[in-house]
Nanobody, 127 residues
Framework: QVQLVQSGGGSVQAGGSLRLSCAIF????????LGWFRQTPGKKREGVAI???????RYDDSVKGRFTITKDSADNTLNLQMNSLKIEDTAMYYCAARAGSCRRWTLQELENLFGYWGQGTQVTVSS
């Protein structure tokens, strides 16, 4: 069973940077798509970025050019580098893994298609 353990996050002022990491245990070759999602109180969890097994990436328009998703194959770690953070980036962030590609769906359609989730980590951006 794939297990995801998150680290990183915290509080930062607007314009600052944070890095989220997600250690992937019991990694399976069936995992073909990894992603980061975020959720604010009262709202649906939304897709932020995904990375396929061929390292192709996709980003939500709200974070494009500011966030970078990477996967370190040597230690099976998924990362999200967040730069130029804005107050509206404040949310609980989750990493996720999916057995199968994400190519057929938009980021906003993917939330229900990921079977493995990290525990979540809070990111708070203040003015």
């Amino acid at each position: 069973q794939v297990q995801l353990v998150q680290s990183g996050g915290g509080s930062v002022q607007a314009g600052g940077s944070l890095r989220l990491s997600c250690a992937i245990f019991e990694y399976s070759s069936s995992v073909a798509c990894l992603g980061w999602f975020r959720q604010t109180p009262g709202k649906k969890r939304e897709g932020v970025a995904i990375i396929e097994s061929d390292t192709s990436t996709r980003y939500d328009d709200s974070v494009k050019g500011r966030f970078t998703i990477t996967k370190d194959s040597a230690d099976n770690t998924l990362n999200l580098q967040m730069n130029s953070l804005k107050i509206e980036d404040t949310a609980m962030y989750y990493c996720a893994a999916r057995a199968g590609s994400c190519r057929r769906w938009t980021l906003q359609e993917l939330e229900n298609l990921f079977g493995y989730w990290g525990q979540g980590t809070q990111v708070t951006v203040s003015s």
